[in-house]
């Protein structure tokens, strides 16, 4: 099943003839540097290591006990105990001593009945009325029903100040009490969905659901498909009846689950997020400054990881840090004289696919992009593509993560699946100078659905992978973004939840939070007000000016 020499010649040659049509110019040391990371990184796992299909005797329940505290009390039987977005009461005023507006919330539930409890995530933002300037607040969750917001303006002028509510506090309990019962939060929906096995024998083709945990709800068997999949747990249900076995699976699919939550009270109430109907607008006379003296790309990363809110705002086109200064233009020119002799190296899901879709097309000047269907190898026999582009000597290549990946275009396949862990390993034993390598990864969306300490258990492998990579390579630069705030009530997503994972992931990346740069895409995306896992135009904009900030 691996790629044979020959194959790996002709790869290499291949690269070579593309590197000479789009660049003739390129270095020769450069061209064989690029042919080394496309044959290093390409290359599968050895057989013996894509062969684990064991049965599990026993379906163990779930990694996950304890509801969080703040759901005491909280009653999620009820939908009209949920906040309401058209009774709820709020007020905006300038504070000019402060340079900032302060937001009073006083949340009331659909009955038009004050709320007592907290728990609800709600954004604040201000924009300017007669501008594009934009910038994410902070709110302060009081825990009695009342949310206080802060958000400092960097602009004159009258202002429109925001509100969302982007997580209800009693969907998020339902989302926690459906890890605890089916060990996957889809069990909320009207329509259970996920990844699951595709078996086959004797032209007979069957599903089951599929997991991080060995936990699966509905199925007596189960599968561990570990090792199968880069040494990242996986874990499959095998259809009863004792007619197929583990060695059957054929692929992985994303659809519906037969089996359903065992009652209605365990699903979500829609809707569980909206804009609040509050018009307010202020008059800001003085704008605040940003008074670092620290040049973005020169300060540690430890302070990306502990840097104040807001983070950011844009004004006149453009992504503006404020805890940290730059004279950077962003400009295609620009970009290319930072990233020349450089290999960026891609890792994580669609909205990592967006970044160097970007890069691709505007940057190396190539019309290609990578489409989702193109993540995989050529007519879907093997988990990863081979997704190399050189130009302008700047290589780039890009690699999705290992299951769960919720992907909807059909089946996916098993073959040569590589966790970021392997080939972050590949990458620290090449020869590529640690000076010239940028990594830029990211692991979220694709787990929240799934017990937290499942993240948990794959982020300890990345660390540790990481420090070996820092070892072999210390100038190598690496990047987290970070998640964004996705809202949906027909996913499984929360952004409760996904501050969560966040907590999880700075708690174990403490030993190397100073040599990893944070990417924080949260307050970008409440400044624009992003609503899709996928954002566009100006908020999209607006994370590659942070990364290239950052970065030149």
């Known amino acids: 099943m691996g790629i044979s020499k020959l194959e790996i010649s002709s790869a290499r040659t291949n690269l070579l003839k593309t590197v000479r049509s789009k660049r003739a110019t390129l270095g020769l040391l450069f061209v064989l540097n690029a042919g080394f990371i496309f044959t290093y990184i390409i290359n599968p796992l050895p057989e013996k290591d894509c062969n684990s299909t064991d049965f599990v005797k026993h379906n163990t329940p779930p990694p996950f006990a304890n509801l969080p505290d703040f759901c005491n009390g909280v009653e999620t039987a009820n939908k009209y105990s949920m906040t309401s977005t058209k009774f709820t009461r709020a007020r905006s005023k300038f504070l000019p001593k402060d340079r900032v507006i302060l937001v009073r919330l006083r949340t009331y539930n659909k009955r038009n009945i004050p709320k007592l409890n907290g728990g609800d995530i709600i954004f604040a933002w201000a924009r300017q009325m007669y501008g594009d300037g934009m910038v994410p ?47 996957d939060i889809v069990f909320t929906l009207r329509q259970p969905y996920g990844l699951r096995a595709v078996y086959s024998y004797n032209n007979s083709k069957v599903f089951a659901p599929c997991n991080t945990n060995s936990f699966i709800y509905g199925s007596s068997r189960v599968c561990n498909f570990t090792t199968l999949n880069g040494g990242m747990s996986w874990y499959c249900g095998l259809p009863a009846g004792g007619q197929f076995q583990c060695k059957d ?8 689950f037969k089996r359903r939550a065992r009652s209605v009270e365990d699903k979500i109430r829609s809707p569980g997020h909206g804009i609040f109907r509050i018009p307010m607008s202020v008059d800001v006379t003085f704008k605040s400054d940003t008074n670092s003296s620290v040049t973005c790309n020169e300060r540690t990363p430890l302070e990306s990881w502990t840097e104040k809110s807001p983070i950011g705002f844009f004004l006149k086109r453009l992504w503006i840090p404020t805890n940290c200064k730059t004279n950077f233009k962003h400009t295609i020119a620009n970009y290319r004289t930072c990233l020349q002799n450089r290999t960026l190296i891609f890792l994580g899901d669609s909205t990592v696919r967006q970044y160097i879709n970007f890069f691709i097309k505007d940057i190396l000047g190539l019309d290609e992009t990578i489409e989702k269907g193109l993540t995989f190898g050529p007519n879907f026999q093997t988990y990863h593509g081979h997704h190399t582009f050189t130009n302008h000597g700047i290589t780039l290549i890009y690699r999705k993560q290992a299951m769960p990946l919720h992907f909807a275009g059909g089946e996916i396949p098993i073959n040569n699946i590589q966790s970021f862990p392997q080939i972050l390993d590949s990458l620290t034993n090449s020869d590529i100078p640690g000076i010239s390598l940028v990594v830029l990864l990211n692991y979220h969306a694709h787990f929240t659905s799934y017990p937290p300490e499942k993240y948990r258990e794959r982020l300890k492998y990345l660390v540790a992978s990481l420090k070996r990579l820092f070892y072999s390579k210390p100038e190598a630069k690496v990047f987290f973004k970070g998640p964004s705030p996705c809202i949906s009530d027909s996913k499984w997503w929360d952004p409760y939840i996904s501050l969560v994972y966040k907590k999880i992931l700075t708690e174990e990346f403490t030993d190397i939070l100073d040599k990893v740069t944070y990417l924080n895409i949260w307050e970008i995306s409440v400044a624009h007000n992003v609503l899709d896992v996928h954002p566009q135009g100006q908020a999209l904009k607006s994370q590659l000016h942070q990364f ?4 030149c």
């Open 548 to 551: 290239m900030t950052f970065l």
């Open 249 to 256: 699976l054929q692929s992985f699919s994303l659809g519906s």
């Open 137 to 183: 607040g902070n709110v302060i969750d009081h825990r009695n029903g009342s949310y206080t917001g802060l958000i400092r303006v960097f602009w004159t002028g009258r202002t429109n100040v925001h509100l969302r509510l982007v997580s209800a506090v009693e969907n998020t309990c339902l989302r926690y009490k459906a890890l605890y019962k089916y060990g």
